[in-house]
């Protein structure tokens, strides 16, 4: 059991964890993040995503909350977060959106739709703040 959160070093990312945070404590759980690249990622990239999650890691550690890391190399973000969510029976997946054009609220993106409609459990969606 657990929160699954899906991240990227973005504000929607910044904003999913900040929820996942909230949730953890309101529930007295702990959050997985699942952070998804693709197998052929640059190694900069790579390491780029390491230290992004170095960060995300002393700043869960040093709030007291319960976590694991889980950089997966799948290339797909809406089955790395179902399958994640899936392996940990999670209570809850969070995922960050971005903010849309008028024409553009009309298509909910291709990851987020399936994770709504795929996960087996709750999905909290949140959008950053501004």
Same mark, same amino acid.
């Not at 657990?2 to 899906?6: A, C, K, L, R, S």
């Not at 996942?20 to 404590?25: I, K, N, P, T």
């Not at 694991?68 to 399958?83: K, S």
């Not at 899936?86 to 809850?92: I, K, N, R, S």
């Given at each position: 059991m /657990?929160? !699954?959160? @899906?991240y990227l070093a973005t504000p929607e990312g910044r904003a999913a964890l900040d929820a996942?945070? =909230?949730?953890?404590?309101l529930r007295g759980t702990s959050i997985i993040v699942v952070v998804s690249s693709r197998p052929d990622e640059p190694a900069d990239q790579r390491a780029?995503?390491? =230290?992004e999650l170095a960060a995300v890691d002393e700043r869960l550690s040093g709030e007291g909350i319960s976590h694991?890391?889980?950089?997966?190399? @799948?290339?797909?973000?809406?089955? $790395?977060?179902?399958?994640t969510a899936?392996?940990?029976?999670?209570?809850?997946?969070?995922?960050g959106l971005r903010r849309r054009s008028p024409v553009g609220?009309?298509?909910? /993106?291709?990851?987020?739709?399936? !994770?709504?409609? $795929?996960?087996?459990c709750a999905?909290?969606?949140v959008k950053p703040a501004g």
């Open positions: /657990g929160i !699954v959160v @899906g996942a945070v =909230a949730e953890a404590r780029a995503v390491e =230290a694991e890391l889980r950089v997966l190399h @799948g290339g797909d973000v809406a089955d $790395d977060l179902i399958g899936e392996d940990v029976e999670a209570e809850l997946v969070v995922i609220k009309l298509i909910l /993106g291709a990851n987020a739709q399936r !994770v709504l409609f $795929d996960a087996p999905v909290l969606t």
